[in-house]
């Protein structure tokens, strides 16, 4: 056959149709109404034999560009970081690389147990004592804290700062409209949520407060403060979406008393590839142990007194009563949860505090050398591996002029906050070297003018 990459022939359609009752493939459309079909053909290439066609699309794939060949200081949510090579090995082997939820524990030990270690490293960095099987993404874990602390309470109102990430304040929105839950944004002072402000919207209609730490702008957010703030309120949730890369370092939400963390793993063993697919996770207290979203993963005996592990506890409503369910995560991201937990594994404990310190070490070196070249570096408070810099000119076009020279710049924040206009956002992580930092200090300076 030429087009070998295409299974279906002429005699496979008929045969097909033939089982199902119909002379043609469009009767199958003949319930639809006439004057909203389209019309004519495609505006589609020809087809072309499956040489040709790799040929083409390794010629699209090469205009793409990498981080192999290009330096990034782009973060905002998506960073590049050191993947040990034991990550892909583990997660290339067929049974985990083709593995669904593991219904039936008898055939799922391996995948069953990877999942428990995750769950149990995600408590340990988190400070949480309970830690779900994994979610979609961070964004759409953060959106499930806010419905759950919705849900819990009995109330409809939520406080989110602004310095969580824009996306997840989109996805967070989104999924408060089903639920009728009112999204209420506390301002910034300096890059950091306004605790005056936040002070003069808690109330006891307030279902939970959600911060980022470290936020958007990579700055350390006093969850201390925060917390003496909700606590004032009984039934106020303290929600935390987390780094968990800067959890090796900074002390953990748990230990201020956040009732839920939620963060995405992203950091350890997922490749940036374009933005996705991530890992999300959540953790909080035994008090809300059968609220999590999505499944739990325990461990037990057998009958022979061989450790095991089972599905200990899922929301059987995300199946079979959704009209009563908190969430309807049916799935997980396993595959991704195993990438991350095989480089937590391999990084180990004391590794992983060594790369968060790395990426504080290497962040605060590009920033004293940024002030040396007389770029302005806003916002003053601690902070981890992100910072903001302020440009006399467009991030847009300072950017393209830096990807001329080999350079993936930062965030242009003008994009979700208008007021900071030319405000680039600078990620560097462990795996940027001396060389590439200066290197783009000295770029960045010459542009900059």
């Known amino acids: 056959m030429e087009f070998r990459y295409l299974p279906m022939t002429e005699t496979d359609k008929k045969e097909m149709l033939h089982s199902i009752g119909v002379k043609s493939t469009d009767e199958l459309f003949s319930d639809i109404p006439d004057n909203v079909r389209f019309k004519g053909e495609l505006d589609l290439k020809n087809p072309v034999n499956e040489y040709e066609l790799k040929k083409e699309l390794t010629a699209m794939a090469n205009k793409n560009a990498n981080l192999k060949q290009y330096s990034s200081f782009l973060g905002a949510g998506v960073y590049d970081h050191f993947i040990p090579s034991v990550v892909d090995h583990v997660i290339s082997r ?66 989110v700062s602004k310095s969580v990430h824009p996306e997840s304040r989109a996805v967070i929105e989104t999924y408060a409209r089903g639920q009728g839950v009112e999204i209420v944004e506390i301002g910034l002072i300096d890059g950091l949520t306004d605790l005056k402000q936040l002070d003069e919207e808690l109330d006891d209609t307030i279902a939970g407060v959600v911060v980022q730490y470290p936020n958007f702008f990579g700055q350390i957010e006093p969850l201390q403060k925060i917390e003496e703030l909700i606590k004032q309120q009984k ?30 793993t992203q950091v350890f063993g997922i490749p940036a590839q374009f933005g996705g697919p991530h890992c999300g996770y959540f953790a909080t207290t035994e008090k809300l142990m059968r609220k999590v979203p999505g499944r739990l993963v325990g461990q037990t005996k ?84 992100e910072f903001v810099v302020k440009l006399s000119s467009s991030v847009d076009d300072i950017n393209n002029k830096l990807f001329n020279k080999g350079i993936i710049g930062g965030y242009d924040l003008e994009r979700d906050y208008p007021e900071l206009k030319g405000h680039m956002l600078v990620a560097v992580t462990e795996i940027r070297s001396k060389e590439e930092i200066d290197t783009f200090v000295k770029e960045l300076g010459d542009i900059n003018g």
């Open 94 to 159: 067929s049974e985990f690389y083709t593995a669904y939820t593991p219904y039936q524990p008898e055939i799922s030990q391996g995948e069953l147990q990877a999942i428990f270690e995750f769950q149990t490293m995600i408590s340990e960095l988190t400070g949480m004592p309970v830690a779900n099987s994994s979610m979609y993404d961070g964004g759409t874990s953060l959106a499930e804290a806010v419905n759950l602390s919705a849900a819990q309470t009995k109330k409809k109102k939520v406080l």
């Open 302 to 385: 057998d009958e022979d007194g061989v450790r095991g592990f089972v599905l200990t506890l899922q929301a059987r409503e995300q199946h079979i009563r959704r009209d009563k369910a908190t969430s309807n995560i049916c799935s997980n991201q396993a595959l991704n949860a195993l990438a991350s937990s095989v480089a937590m594994s391999s990084i180990g404990k004391q590794g992983i505090k060594k790369m968060a310190t790395l990426n504080m070490q290497k962040a605060r070196y590009a920033k004293s050398r940024m002030k040396e070249a007389n770029l302005e570096v806003v916002f003053e408070s601690p902070f981890f591996n």
């Open 235 to 264: 039934k106020t949730m303290f929600i935390v979406s987390s780094n968990p890369l800067a959890l090796g370092y900074l002390t953990p939400p748990g230990e201020f008393g956040a009732d839920i963390v939620v963060g995405d």
